[in-house]
């Protein structure tokens, strides 16, 4: 069967897959435990959930508005006022399926053929393929474990061109949880609004981000620069839901305008029942949250501490999300020249499924998600280190 080429050059999602190929060894009797996905082990708060059922007990069953009910719209724009003190309307909100929709969407509506985005590596695994589905081009920049994996104003000024178009941002990070501060999001912005670089912030591990590490958000700069930035965000992470699909963009009224116009011809609403418990979540108070930061706070420094008794790795402390990114470069051997010959060994040898960091734009690292109790991921790493020892006897 003949396919379009744009298809033939996208490849599939490195944690999806990874995952599947973890499923199906399970189905074949092997014990395997899951660290690749980014998805938390919390259930979803119940009282999002009591909002869906009862949607669904009244009828709330029919099409929506293509950009999201009203009453949820403003409460996106409601949240970016309590956390931020950002003045924004309706208007300047879109709720997508899913953050990767509000990316998709935000894409296809700012580049035309050949424009360029700068994407800090590493990077979450979609960020590319996003743009290669806009016929954009991907500029990487690549940042160190010594630097935190945080990109700088001067790295982003050596790989400007004309063709510039977009910079895409993500705080805390996926796949290395490290996290920038107000003061250096605040550098950046002001490089790229002297620059005429659009924006997007990807944020949608905000709520997740722990002590001393303070939320840093792009909003402030869109309220004061609405052309030049968009925010995306969503529910997925923070409340448990991630099987729910909400995201939401928070941008100037003509881009969620255009927006909105891609979303009619491609999915229309997202679901009107999780429009409903989103609206419970983002109304319904967030003190639900506090176990999950403190539970994966403690799993970081679990996991932490495990990964620096292996030796020879270097990984920065993540101050958000629940990924750790290690820097295991120094157990390759020529059997095992990269993360993903590790990560299939790994699978293999210690029963465990995690994501090579070349998914990523990092082949030297590998990612961990900490999304899991403390005793299975203990038992894990212990696992991981055995092996990673048994490479250099």
């Known amino acids: 069967m003949k396919l379009a080429q744009r298809i033939t050059r996208i490849k599939p999602s490195a944690t999806l897959t990874i995952n599947t190929k973890a499923q199906e060894l399970r189905a074949a009797g092997r014990q395997i435990v899951s660290l690749a996905v980014g998805e938390p082990d919390f259930r979803t708060p119940e009282h999002v959930c009591d909002a869906a059922k009862i949607a669904m007990d009244e009828g709330f069953t029919r099409y929506t ?33 899913g953050g990767k929709q509000s990316l998709y969407n935000l894409f296809q509506v700012l580049l035309d053929p050949g424009d360029e985005v700068i994407i800090p590596a590493p990077y979450w695994v979609s960020y590319p393929a996003l743009v290669q589905l806009a016929d954009g081009v991907s500029v990487f920049v690549t940042t160190e474990p010594q630097n935190n994996f945080l990109v700088s104003v001067e790295q982003l000024e050596a790989v400007r061109t004309p063709r510039t178009r977009c910079l895409i941002m993500n705080t805390p990070s996926n796949p290395t949880g490290c996290h920038y501060t107000q003061a250096q999001l605040d ?12 924006v997007i912030s990807d944020e949608i591990y905000d709520q997740l981000v722990y002590a001393p590490a ?13 052309e030049n ?15 729910w699909r909400v995201g939401y963009t928070l941008a100037h009224a003509d881009l969620i305008k255009a927006m909105t116009k891609i979303q009619g011809q491609s999915t ?5 029942i999780a ?5 419970a979540a983002l109304t319904g108070g967030w003190e639900c949250l506090t176990p999950m930061r403190e539970a994966f706070v403690r799993r970081r420094d679990l996991g932490l501490s495990k990964i620096r008794s292996w030796g020879h790795v270097v990984c920065p402390e993540p101050a958000g999300a629940f990924y750790l990114f290690p820097q295991v470069d120094w157990y390759y051997t020529p059997e095992v020249p990269d993360s993903t010959a590790l ?4 699978l293999d040898k210690a029963g465990v499924a995690l994501v090579p960091g070349a998914a990523f734009g990092d082949d030297r690292c590998i990612r961990i998600s900490y999304a899991l109790d403390d005793e299975t991921l203990s038992g894990c790493l212990d696992r991981i280190g055995q092996v990673l020892h048994s490479l250099k006897k």
Do not use: H
């Open 229 to 243: 930035f968009a925010v995306a965000n969503g529910l997925a992470k923070s409340f448990a839901m991630t099987g």
């Open 275 to 279: 429009q409903k418990a989103a609206l």
């Open 187 to 198: 550098a950046i912005a002001a490089w790229a609004v002297d620059k005429g670089v659009f």
């Open 214 to 226: 303070k939320p840093a958000s792009l909003a402030p700069w869109w309220q004061r620069y609405p």
């Open 343 to 346: 990560c299939g060994l790994l």
């Open 65 to 97: 508005p293509v950009p999201g009910i009203p009453e949820l719209r403003t409460a996106v724009a409601g949240y970016f006022k309590t956390f931020y003190g950002v003045d924004a309307a309706m208007e300047n909100v879109v709720v997508t399926n």
């Open 268 to 272: 229309s609403n997202i679901c009107s």
